[in-house]
């Protein structure tokens, strides 16, 4: 196990692997879930530390490097719409439940607690769609994935790099079974769940109503505009952008997520899906924000996962050059302010921080109305050049 907290991605694989249960997953006051080790219970046998991959050199990974880079989305319009970017997960996962598999990945539970779960429907395959933008609380699947591969089951595990690499770590030799396939996600960090359950009765009190489902990214305002919208109990519904901001603003993503060893181009996965930023650059087909999914092959499974799903998709051969986004390429910087806004949030809480921060209220309107003057000046200077033959 690792002894700096800054130096835990939260992945659970230790206490997954502690043969005496003597590791206990704590959330801190943000909310992430950090190993605590009851010395009364614990052997001293180090499988905590062997087991642990949040490191470079943990995974033997030179020999994966991406081997194949495609743009593409789900053929149809309808499935396309319920996915976050073109439906890259969705197209992976049902051909896996079709043959009898099993997938892992992430849901909101009834009260928006993101948590790993096990699927083996198409109806409850509907539940991991969609980001949930905060940590998901990974629980007892990394043994029910090792129950699955023992008994023969196809299994298709999905989520954060870090939470793919403690999956490995928590089963060793067996990772490497034929009938397990993994997709990691490019991730540009991961917020805090206490601040998200904050977020959620903020928005509760303010408009004096019952959540029932939210979205972090509604694809009716288009793919790229990254809305969060809350339906409440009355039908009714509100879209903001706080979240958003929030996440954006690397406040109150995970201290690991500062370091992560994961955010290049030696990925961890069979295969890793993202939104294909820059999509508009590179083809003329798919243009119209419905979303376009970027797809990383890694590994020769990863070929044989992507070859079945290639029914259901629209697709184009890319290159690695035309997809870069920063994530990956290094890691999410820290802000400089970080450790003050944390403590603001701990000792005064989230109403308070997000008016002095600029999330909400007079702050964030001035903000606005700055960035709309100079966008509207780029515009101006473009169009003058434009003309200009410049
Ligand atoms: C915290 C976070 C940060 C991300 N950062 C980026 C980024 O910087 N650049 C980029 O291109 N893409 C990023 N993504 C991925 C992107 O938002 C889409 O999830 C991805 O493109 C898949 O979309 P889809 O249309 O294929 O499928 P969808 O059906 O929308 O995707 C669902 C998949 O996401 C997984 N998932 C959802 N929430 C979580 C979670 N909290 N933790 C782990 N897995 C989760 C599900 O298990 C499932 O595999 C991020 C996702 C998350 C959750
Ligand atoms: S195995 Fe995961 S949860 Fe445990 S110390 Fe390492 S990074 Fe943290
Ligand atoms: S050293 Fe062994 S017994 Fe002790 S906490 Fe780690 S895995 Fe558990
Ligand atoms: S940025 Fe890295 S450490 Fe943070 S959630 Fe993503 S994979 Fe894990």
């Known amino acids: 196990m690792r002894k700096d907290k800054d130096d835990c991605c939260g992945c659970s694989a230790c206490a997954a692997r502690c043969p005496k249960k003597a590791i206990e997953m704590r959330p801190d006051a943000m909310g992430f879930l950090y190993p605590v080790i009851d010395e009364k219970k ?77 699927t083996t429907t198409l109806e409850a395959l509907e539940k991991l769609r969609g980001s949930k933008y905060v940590q998901s609380r990974i629980g007892d699947v990394y043994r029910e994935v090792k129950d699955d591969l023992e008994n023969g089951r196809e299994v298709l595990f999905s989520g954060t ?84 901001d929030l996440f954006y603003s690397h406040l109150v993503i995970r201290e690991s997520c500062h370091h992560c060893p994961y955010a290049n181009l030696s990925r961890v996965s069979d295969i890793t899906i993202g939104d294909y930023w820059g999509w508009q650059r590179v083809s003329s087909r798919f243009n119209d924000q419905k979303g376009v999914s970027l797809f990383l092959i890694n590994t020769d499974k990863g070929e044989k996962l992507f070859k079945s799903a290639q029914r259901v998709l629209e697709y184009e051969k890319s290159h690695l050059e035309d997809c870069l986004q920063p994530q990956l390429k290094g890691p999410a910087f820290r802000p400089d302010n970080k450790d003050k806004f944390q403590k603001d949030y701990l000792n005064r809480g989230f109403g308070y921080v997000i008016r002095r921060y600029g999330f909400v209220g007079w702050r964030y309107n001035l903000k606005t109305a700055i960035n709309a003057i100079i966008l509207f000046n780029k515009k101006i200077k473009w169009h003058i050049n434009h003309r200009l033959g410049l």
């Open 42 to 118: 614990c052997i001293d046998c180090g499988l905590c530390v062997k087991v642990c991959n949040f490191h470079p050199n943990a995974l033997d990974r030179h020999e994966i490097t991406v081997k194949e880079v495609f743009g593409g989305r789900l053929k149809y319009e309808e499935l396309l719409a319920k996915s976050q970017s073109g439906g890259a997960f969705w197209s992976l996962a049902t051909n896996v439940i079709k043959s009898h598999g099993v997938v892992y990945g992430v849901a909101f539970s009834s009260d928006f607690v993101a948590e790993h779960i096990r």
């Open 161 to 244: 790099p870090c939470q793919v690499a403690g999956l490995y770590g928590y089963l060793g030799p067996v990772s490497s079974a034929n009938n397990l396939f993994t997709v990691d996600l490019v991730c540009h960090g991961i917020p805090a769940p206490q601040v998200w359950k904050d977020y959620l009765s903020y928005i509760e009190k303010h408009n004096n109503k019952k959540i029932v489902r939210c979205i972090f990214r509604d694809k009716s305002y288009g793919w790229g505009s990254h809305v969060e919208t809350f339906y409440f109990a009355d039908g009714t519904k509100s879209s903001n952008y706080v979240f958003r």
